[in-house]
């Protein structure tokens, strides 16, 4: 069996390409998560870009502003966890079982 470096960094100059264009799409995916029973709920994409917090009037006309920052802060943290575990998918499609290349940057 030959050995063929050109082949090799041909492959991984088109795997660094294929994950360029994942990160890419990333930013156009859209997660959504609520807390309080959907009295807040955030939109953000899987490139972490928050684009969106709806807050119920309910919590509003309440008047208890702690709670309302505590659903917002549940929410986004929500929103972040689906965006980064729907990421990870994504990257793992490309990266799977590769070995750990020095030099090589497949991280998101």
């Given at each position: 069996m030959k050995f063929d470096m050109q082949n090799m960094l041909s492959q991984a100059k088109?795997?660094?390409?294929?994950?360029?264009?994942?990160?890419?799409?990333?930013?156009?995916?859209?997660?959504?998560?609520?807390a309080g029973a959907g009295m807040v709920s955030v939109e953000m994409t899987c490139a972490n870009?928050?684009?969106?917090?709806?807050?119920?009037?309910?919590?509003?006309?309440?008047?208890?502003?702690?709670?309302?920052?505590?659903?917002?802060?549940?929410?986004?943290?929500?929103?972040y966890k689906q965006a980064a575990e729907r990421s990870n998918e994504e990257m793992s499609?490309?990266?799977?079982?590769?070995?750990?290349i020095p030099g090589m940057n497949f991280n998101m």
């Amino acid at each position: 069996m030959k050995f063929d470096m050109q082949n090799m960094l041909s492959q991984a100059k088109q795997l660094q390409a294929d994950l360029e264009k994942t990160k890419s799409e990333l930013a156009h995916i859209v997660v959504r998560a609520d807390a309080g029973a959907g009295m807040v709920s955030v939109e953000m994409t899987c490139a972490n870009e928050l684009l969106k917090i709806k807050i119920s009037k309910d919590v509003v006309e309440m008047n208890d502003i702690e709670m309302l920052e505590d659903l917002v802060v549940a929410a986004v943290n929500k929103a972040y966890k689906q965006a980064a575990e729907r990421s990870n998918e994504e990257m793992s499609k490309l990266t799977g079982m590769l070995p750990n290349i020095p030099g090589m940057n497949f991280n998101m």
